[in-house]
């Protein structure tokens, strides 16, 4: 496995090269330009704010940052997914060209998407700093390690669903109804609390994104440090998903290329 | 030292008639799709043990489908054989589907940058080559465009200079020579007349006999997907264009 990274990093000036050009070309002729990886999230949390905060009768100061935080955690995982279904045939010159480990394709998308998710990350905490005040140094020191396993479960889940889509073309459009369902079975616009109680409750405690919310908001929404339950949950999903696509790309990387 | 080695390698690889699973075919599995979509098999490579060695020259000559490309991507490591090993010592330059791979709304100067990373380079070499590069594909100032709006002639310059750019080891190389105009059909030629020697070793397909027989010592001569024939260039050429000739006698 080792060896197998070591590859990876061994074409880093490409992946990343490409990562930069992606980025560049997202906002190409545009006036803002880069400014709309900061301005989108803000315009789409104070949209939601103003539209749910009335329905659920929240505060801004609190629910403004625990929207956004949702929102970021939740797009970063989605975009790895949706995108990640694409990276095998947006790289498929470079695949006939040149054997390279098949990793660094989904890699590249997860790292597009990762730009706007660092972006959310630093504006939920300066929301939260400035609305909610400092939870003090171990909270804000556990989200090193939430934020790693969220970027490899990231990166694990776009390089399963991308050969999922080389080998059966449909896994695409199928994971999109299926991500709209976990959406709504999600605490990602209301509180957990909400369905806590009720019949559909449990769905919540099986959800696999809830523990990767609840890592990210217990210190920078309720400013305390996550309960080592939740933590031991994420790293178990984690792993799962790690070892998932490691083995499959192991028996199916060679073989990509003769079903793009 | 340079060295390539095919050993008793096969290479097979299913294409179904439609190259997706549909949704039907998930569901209902095998028991009724199989009759009326059968997945064809292509046998690619058959058997094919070969061994190249530091300072040769290796023509691939045969009639289209025969395998040439398929073995030299085999050789490249692009495919992965089913049976078989596949030895190599050296660093490998391939020249094929050169073409391709261009991030469209990039500029010219920034795609040579992406494909010279994938070939290996560092932003300390590129630095260095980034200028004769594009000297070499004299489009001036048509580097600053993104690449979409190039013609398909200056797509092969540029593609052609930076794969070229190179100091290969194992070289392997699939009918370039006819790039671009005129003019730059010379430059390239001579291009990959000094590329072809620097290398340690290389490997060629062509269907320009004559190339092959003042560019390679050794040859092979591939046949639906095995090896009919492998030795001094001469003696492949001369044992493969009198198998043809009758044909076009009787046709």
């Given at each position: 496995?080792?060896?197998?990274?070591?590859?990876?990093?061994?074409?880093?000036?490409?992946?990343?090269?490409?990562?930069?050009?992606?980025?560049?070309?997202?906002?190409?002729?545009?006036?803002?330009?880069?400014?709309?990886?900061?301005?989108?999230?803000?315009?789409?949390?104070?949209?939601?704010?103003?539209?749910?905060?009335?329905?659920?009768?929240?505060?801004?100061?609190?629910?403004?940052?625990?929207?956004?935080?949702?929102?970021?955690?939740?797009?970063?995982?989605?975009?790895?997914?949706?995108?990640?279904?694409?990276?095998?045939?947006?790289?498929?010159?470079?695949?006939?060209?040149?054997?390279?480990?098949?990793?660094?394709?989904?890699?590249?998308?997860?790292?597009?998407?990762?730009?706007?998710?660092?972006?959310?990350?630093?504006?939920?905490?300066?929301?939260?700093?400035?609305?909610?005040?400092?939870?003090?140094?171990?909270?804000?020191?556990?989200?090193?390690?939430?934020?790693?396993?969220?970027?490899?479960?990231?990166?694990?889940?776009?390089?399963?669903?991308?050969?999922?889509?080389?080998?059966?073309?449909?896994?695409?459009?199928?994971?999109e109804i299926g991500?709209?369902?976990?959406?709504?079975?999600?605490?990602?616009?209301?509180?957990?609390?909400?369905?806590?109680?009720?019949?559909?409750?449990?769905?919540?405690?099986?959800?696999?994104?809830?523990?990767?919310?609840?890592?990210?908001?217990?210190?920078?929404?309720?400013?305390?440090?996550?309960?080592?339950?939740?933590?031991?949950?994420?790293?178990?999903?984690?792993?799962?998903?790690?070892?998932?696509?490691?083995?499959?790309?192991?028996?199916?990387?060679?073989?990509?290329?003769?079903?793009? | 030292?340079?060295?390539?080695?095919?050993?008793?390698?096969?290479?097979?690889?299913?294409?179904?008639?439609?190259?997706?699973?549909?949704?039907?075919?998930?569901?209902?599995?095998?028991?009724?799709?199989?009759?009326?979509?059968?997945?064809?098999?292509?046998?690619?490579?058959?058997?094919?043990?070969?061994?190249?060695?530091?300072?040769?020259?290796?023509?691939?000559?045969?009639?289209?489908?025969?395998?040439?490309?398929?073995?030299?991507?085999?050789?490249?490591?692009?495919?992965?054989?089913?049976?078989?090993?596949?030895?190599?010592?050296?660093?490998?330059?391939?020249?094929?589907?050169?073409?391709?791979?261009?991030?469209?709304?990039?500029?010219?100067?920034?795609?040579?940058?992406?494909?010279?990373?994938?070939?290996?380079?560092?932003?300390?070499?590129?630095?260095?080559?980034?200028?004769?590069?594009?000297?070499?594909?004299?489009?001036?100032?048509?580097?600053?465009?993104?690449?979409?709006?190039?013609?398909?002639?200056?797509?092969?310059?540029?593609?052609?200079?930076?794969?070229?750019?190179?100091?290969?080891?194992?070289?392997?190389?699939?009918?370039?020579?006819?790039?671009?105009?005129?003019?730059?059909?010379?430059?390239?030629?001579?291009?990959?007349?000094?590329?072809?020697?620097?290398?340690?070793?290389?490997?060629?397909?062509?269907?320009?006999?004559?190339?092959?027989?003042?560019?390679?010592?050794?040859a092979i001569w591939?046949?639906?997907?095995?090896?009919?024939?492998?030795?001094?260039?001469?003696?492949?050429?001369?044992?493969?264009?009198?198998?043809?000739?009758?044909?076009?006698a009787a046709a």
């Open positions: 496995m080792l060896s197998y990274l070591s590859s990876i990093w061994d074409y880093r000036y490409f992946w990343f090269s490409l990562v930069q050009n992606d980025l560049k070309q997202r906002y190409r002729g545009s006036v803002l330009g880069m400014g709309w990886s900061l301005l989108h999230p803000i315009a789409m949390t104070t949209i939601l704010c103003v539209v749910f905060g009335g329905i659920f009768q929240q505060d801004y100061r609190f629910f403004g940052p625990f929207l956004l935080s949702g929102m970021t955690v939740w797009n970063f995982l989605t975009h790895s997914i949706t995108m990640g279904c694409n990276s095998f045939f947006a790289a498929e010159a470079y695949i006939r060209q040149h054997p390279t480990p098949m990793a660094i394709y989904p890699l590249r998308t997860v790292l597009g998407s990762g730009f706007h998710f660092t972006v959310g990350m630093l504006l939920v905490v300066a929301l939260s700093l400035w609305f909610l005040g400092f939870p003090g140094i171990v909270p804000i020191l556990t989200l090193g390690p939430t934020i790693l396993m969220i970027f490899i479960l990231a990166w694990s889940l776009s390089i399963i669903f991308g050969l999922f889509t080389v080998i059966f073309r449909d896994t695409k459009h199928i994971s991500l709209q369902i976990l959406f709504y079975l999600t605490p990602v616009m209301y509180p957990p609390s909400v369905l806590e109680g009720r019949r559909v409750g449990y769905l919540l405690k099986l959800n696999p994104i809830s523990p990767f919310l609840e890592l990210i908001r217990d210190p920078l929404i309720y400013l305390k440090t996550p309960s080592l339950e939740t933590f031991g949950v994420a790293l178990a999903i984690t792993a799962l998903t790690y070892t998932l696509a490691y083995s499959l790309l192991r028996s199916w990387e060679k073989r990509i290329i003769f079903h793009l | 030292m340079a060295r390539l080695e095919l050993d008793h390698v096969d290479l097979t690889f299913k294409v179904r008639s439609c190259n997706v699973i549909t949704l039907k075919e998930f569901l209902l599995g095998k028991i009724f799709t199989n009759k009326t979509r059968p997945n064809m098999e292509v046998h690619a490579l058959k058997n094919v043990s070969f061994c190249v060695e530091q300072g040769e020259r290796l023509g691939i000559i045969g009639h289209n489908g025969a395998g040439k490309s398929t073995m030299l991507k085999t050789l490249a490591g692009v495919y992965q054989p089913t049976r078989g090993k596949r030895i190599i010592e050296g660093r490998v330059s391939s020249l094929f589907e050169i073409a391709l791979g261009f991030e469209p709304e990039a500029s010219g100067w920034e795609n040579i940058s992406f494909r010279s990373y994938l070939q290996g380079e560092t932003p300390k070499t590129i630095s260095k080559k980034r200028q004769a590069i594009a000297d070499f594909t004299e489009l001036g100032d048509f580097l600053k465009m993104p690449v979409r709006y190039y013609s398909a002639g200056m797509l092969v310059r540029l593609a052609f200079s930076i794969a070229t750019s190179i100091d290969p080891e194992i070289l392997l190389v699939d009918e370039v020579l006819a790039a671009g105009d005129l003019a730059f059909q010379e430059k390239a030629r001579n291009r990959m007349k000094e590329m072809m020697a620097r290398a340690h070793l290389m490997v060629m397909v062509s269907h320009d006999l004559g190339s092959i027989q003042t560019l390679c010592d050794r591939m046949d639906h997907g095995s090896v009919r024939m492998f030795g001094k260039a001469q003696d492949v050429i001369g044992a493969y264009m009198n198998s043809v000739k009758p044909e076009t």
